[in-house]
């Protein structure tokens, strides 16, 4: 019905997780043309609290591929933070009550910080998902020619999570892999 409208094509990938799509609160970052845009956004409202045209086919893919590099290189900051403070002998819920107030908060400790510590790596999002979105992120900075040198290190744990069979994991599961590198378990 859209088509006989004349609507275009879209890409519109989203944020949220789990919570976000059960909840109607996703974050909808929307590629193609304005009128096409504007024709749909009804339907996107529906199912987000946001969505927001990026520009041209393809920018909400490129969106999307920015989004998963923040949350890749955070959730790897926790993982280490939780893990230097657990090695120095503080108890992991604080270090997440602690740094959820100040500067270092973010949807990370928000979302699962606390999970984390719990050692519930149930997936909302699996480490297999977002090593596959890591891929095309790689892709993407060679294709532009961007060097992504934090982005590659984050890479190479969510490959080695991979490669210990933890790919169902949530990608908070990450945690897991630097606690293997310490020797300890950031946990409660």
Do not use: W
Not at 45 to 64: E, F, N, R, W, Y
Not at 159 to 176: F, N, Y
């Amino acid at each position: 019905a859209l088509a006989a409208k004349g609507v275009k094509s879209l890409d519109a990938p989203v944020s949220g997780g789990d919570v976000g799509a059960q909840n109607a609160a996703l974050s909808i970052m929307v590629g193609g043309d304005e009128d096409t845009f504007n024709t749909v956004k009804p339907l996107f409202d529906v199912m987000g609290k946001s969505a927001i045209l990026c520009g041209p086919l393809s920018s909400g893919q490129t969106v999307k591929a920015c989004n998963q590099i923040l949350v890749a290189v955070t959730i790897a900051g926790v993982s280490e933070a939780l893990t230097l403070g657990a090695k120095a002998g503080v108890d992991p819920l604080k270090i997440v009550q602690v740094l959820s107030g100040g500067l270092a908060r973010c949807g990370v400790l928000e979302n699962r910080g606390e999970r984390m510590v719990n050692g519930d790596f149930d997936p909302g999002f699996r480490i297999r998902l977002h090593y596959k979105d890591l891929n095309i992120v790689q892709k993407t900075g060679n294709d532009f020619g961007v060097p992504l040198p934090v982005t590659s290190e984050v890479f190479e744990l969510f490959k080695t999570a991979m490669v210990k069979g933890r790919g169902e994991l949530d990608h908070s599961g990450l945690l897991t892999v630097v606690e293997d590198m310490s020797d300890i378990q950031a946990r409660t």
